[in-house]
């Protein structure tokens, strides 16, 4: 019987009883209470990382989104094993949510570090989540996947769509000037988040979601499903699958993906989204745990060079599933070519590049009606001025 890091399944990361035979016996005897048995233990595993809430809506649909992981993953002939993290909902957390997203990095990387597992699953979704878990990811090593809650789709009151939380504040100001009275506003509170999931707008989450499918850390397509979707289902399960062989083949790691030029990729993205400021911080964060410094003037310089392509509010007039419709990430993606590092690993085990040559065809989009995308196109020479070379951290 072999124990340590380097161990595969049950054998990995044994807990020292001074015997390497006993602790795993130990281990055995004790998950076999689950009803697992030994060929189930025998298979390769899969940590999924379940941030379910009461307290969290933006992860309301997170149970179904670990059962079709766990069925991808049985589906590929690994044990998909489920755990809980720190669940972190940005109106939830007194007082900042800040420290929080460092109290949920800690968690996920000590819970990937502490069980034994080949690869994992990571659920997010709300503004601190994802990066949390990235942060997380990075330290721990090992293989993973993001897989996020996906956006609310939009609400209607009185003839006017709303989105969350861009109209949270426009209908506040409103009744803070004595535009709309009380009782509307209680009306209103009922309509602004109508389904499961994260703000429909470009907040915080959906930037996220995007610069991490730009990182290459999310399975293509990922970052603008709807929550409520059956799509959001089946792409769960292929994150399921993907890391099965992630797992067999112990890669790609996080270290082998977020380099500094697929950095660069995702801070690209931010600004052809007109994402949030958040992202900045957060993304720079993620990189600080691999050892990556971001030069802020850079990051200035590449935002004179990249086109801002989608009209989203808060900066402009449509929403996330208008986003999907559109195409999704991988439109934005496409235009942006001429300027992204496209040899940069995702988890697919194929480059940007090759996903992007892979990915369906662009269609019109006055034809639909749609226009969540401004297409706009300027080459200009890719650069990766925004990180500086990787580094041991301190």
């Not at 769509?161 to 209680?186: H, K, V």
Request: aromatic letters at 4%; proline letters at 6%.
């Amino acid at each position: 019987m072999t124990s340590g890091e380097d161990g595969k399944g049950m054998r990995k990361g044994l807990t020292s009883y001074g015997d390497a035979g006993f602790s795993l016996f130990l281990r055995k005897a004790f998950i076999k209470a689950m009803g697992y048995s030994d060929d189930a233990l025998n298979r390769p595993i899969v940590g999924v990382i379940n941030t379910f809430s009461g307290y969290n809506a933006c992860h309301r649909n997170a149970p179904d989104l670990v059962e079709a992981i766990k069925r991808g993953v049985m589906l590929a002939g690994g044990l998909p094993v489920e755990f809980p993290t720190i669940s972190v909902h940005e109106s939830f957390t007194h007082p900042t949510s800040m420290f929080m997203r460092n109290l949920m990095s800690m968690d996920t990387e000590e819970m990937i570090r502490a069980q034994p597992m080949d690869a994992t699953v990571m659920i997010g979704g709300c503004d601190k989540t994802v990066p949390a878990q990235l942060m997380g990811a990075a330290s721990a090593g090992v293989p993973a996947i993001s897989v996020v809650t996906g956006p609310m789709m939009t609400g209607s009151h009185r003839g006017e769509r709303l989105g969350a939380c861009t109209d949270c504040r426009r209908y506040w100001g409103m009744y803070r000037a004595g535009e709309i009275d009380e009782a509307e506003t209680e009306e209103v509170s009922g309509r602004l988040a109508p389904t499961a999931g994260t703000c429909m707008v470009m907040g915080t989450a959906s930037t996220m979601a995007c610069m991490t499918e730009a990182l290459g850390m999310m399975l293509p397509g990922g970052a603008a499903i709807p929550a409520v979707a059956a799509d959001r289902l089946r792409h769960a399960e292929a994150a399921g699958t993907r890391a099965v062989d992630m797992a067999k083949n112990g890669g790609p790691t996080p270290a082998e993906i977020m380099t500094p030029e697929a950095f660069s990729n995702a801070f690209r993205v931010l600004l052809a989204i007109g994402g949030s400021t958040n992202g900045l911080v957060h993304m720079t964060a993620v990189a600080g745990r691999m050892g990556i410094k971001v030069d802020l003037e850079a990051i200035d310089k590449l935002g004179q060079e990249t086109p801002v392509l989608v009209d989203l509010k808060p900066s402009g007039q449509h929403y996330m599933e208008d986003l999907e419709k559109a195409g999704g990430l991988m439109t934005v993606l496409r235009e942006l070519k001429p300027l992204l590092h496209l040899d940069c690993m995702t988890v697919t085990g194929r480059t940007l590049g090759e996903e992007i040559e892979a990915a369906a065809p662009p269609f019109k989009q006055e034809s639909c009606g749609l226009s969540a995308i401004r297409f706009i196109r300027r080459v200009v020479s890719p650069s990766c001025g925004a990180i500086l070379p990787r580094k041991a951290l301190s």
